[in-house]
């Protein structure tokens, strides 16, 4: 028997062994892959749908993702409420998004439900039709949101800033003007969808207690789409980075707050220097107890949180700074950021620091761990990026023994000041 007097003894995260989980794999009638974790202790699942059709793909601006979230909304036997009518009554969630690359439409449901509603996500990539009325909503909604967003100094920084690193007519640049939902038709919803939806390029994600016919099922009715039949066509967008470093933006002139953003063009995944650098955004601003936080919000008490992270796509990324402050404090807060990079530059890295961000990032990822839909999660996050487990498990490895030396030479390689654009928006 344990003595329960005694506390049981404190391990360090960065001791533990982590294992990835490896999906199982089949390829339906079409070749398309699925990747799937059984795995879980309820009997629900979760597929995730994923076509190349992100705004990477678009010919005309939104037309993207006007398609994605219209998919649902009326296909040629059911109407947007028949359709949303049906999915409450299984208790299921259809959802979809659009990224830059990707846009997914993702299914949850109950285990035995699967055979009722598998037809039903067929039909919208068959059927959808994109009734006008609903582009009239949709164009009405997102003109409405807009409008009430660009009040908001975070949102017109976050734009700009986007810009600024890869320029307005690049994909990861663009943003959005009023006029341009009004531009958007439903043939050029109807010429997207056919191209990047019907004979696009699919993969599925699934996860949780799945069917013992699940193969089955998923050939049955996804098995003879016409999807993956040609290749996705190579298409490059050139950065147009501005020249400018130095911005400051008048939103309201009225305003009492600003909001700052202070980023570098930064390499892929695929970098060698990707994993080490995870570790030192850690340790500068990605958690709560950063150096960005202890200075700026703790310290100096200019705001109430600030973060730096990677900016992760697929072809080019960035390292951000963010954070919102006092309108009188925003010069401030900008010139204590950059302090914090000299003295990780030239300043010495206590190793109990070290030790406690190697902590946090693995517990993060313990976390991360935890379920069958976090796990299909990073395999997803993995396989679009073209990579496999042996890049998890390099990180892993670089976490648990990076040196501070090494992250000294991270600093000095990647966080100087003349590299960043720094923007203000109040």
């Known amino acids: 028997m344990p003595d329960r007097k005694l506390a049981p003894g404190i391990k360090d995260a960065v001791e533990y062994k982590i294992a990835l989980k490896k999906p199982d794999i089949f390829s339906l009638g079409n070749g398309v892959k699925v990747y799937n974790v059984q795995a879980g202790t309820e009997e629900v699942v979760q597929i995730e749908w994923v076509f190349k059709a992100g705004n990477w793909f678009d010919e005309k601006k939104n037309v993207s993702s006007a398609a994605n979230f219209l998919i649902k909304n009326g296909t040629q036997k059911k109407s947007a409420y028949e359709i949303n009518e049906l999915v409450d009554f299984y208790g299921a969630y259809l959802n979809r998004n659009c990224s830059n690359e990707t846009a997914v439409v993702t299914l949850h449901c109950l285990t035995r439900q699967l055979p009722q509603l598998l037809p039903l996500v067929r039909e919208t990539f068959t ?3 994109f009734p006008e009325e609903e582009l009239l909503i949709f164009r009405q909604n997102m003109k409405q949101k807009l409008a009430v967003n660009l009040l908001k100094c975070d949102f017109v ?3 700009k800033i986007d810009e600024l690193l890869f320029g307005f007519k690049h994909p990861y640049g663009v943003y959005s ?6 531009a958007i038709q439903t043939e050029d919803l109807k010429r997207f969808y056919a191209k990047y939806y019907q004979e696009g390029n699919c993969t599925v994600f699934s996860a949780g207690i799945l069917p013992k016919d699940y193969e089955q099922l998923m050939n049955q009715y996804f098995g003879d789409l016409p999807f993956n039949k040609t290749a996705t066509e190579e298409i490059t967008h050139p950065i147009f980075a501005a020249d400018q470093k130095k911005w400051n933006i008048i939103n309201d002139a009225e305003g009492v707050q600003g909001a700052i953003r202070i980023a570098r063009p930064f390499p892929t995944r695929r970098h060698p220097d990707f994993p080490k650098v995870q570790v030192l955004n850690t340790l500068f601003g990605g958690f709560f107890g950063s150096r960005l936080m202890n200075n700026i919000r703790e310290d100096k008490g200019y705001t109430y949180g600030i973060y730096s992270y990677l900016v992760n796509h697929i072809h080019a990324g960035a390292w951000m700074i963010s954070t919102e402050a006092g309108r009188t404090v925003c010069e401030a807060t900008v010139n204590e950021v950059y302090n914090e990079m000299k003295e990780l530059r030239e ?18 990822l313990l976390g991360d761990l935890d379920g069958p839909f976090h796990i299909i999660g990073r395999w997803k996050n993995l396989i679009l990026n073209g990579l496999d ?9 670089t976490i648990k023994n990076i040196q501070t030396d090494e992250l000294k030479e991270l600093a000095n390689k990647y966080l100087r000041p003349e590299d960043f654009y720094e923007l203000v928006v109040v």
Do not use: C
């Not at 010495?348 to 993060?364: A, C, H, M, Q, S």
């Open 127 to 129: 059927e959808a039709v």
């Open 157 to 159: 920084a976050g734009r």
């Open 177 to 182: 003007i009023e006029e341009d939902y009004d």
């Open 347 to 364: 300043g010495d890295i206590d190793p109990e620091e070290l030790l406690l961000v190697k902590n946090y990032l693995i517990g993060t």
């Open 389 to 397: 487990d042996s890049f998890f498990y390099q990180s892993v490895d």
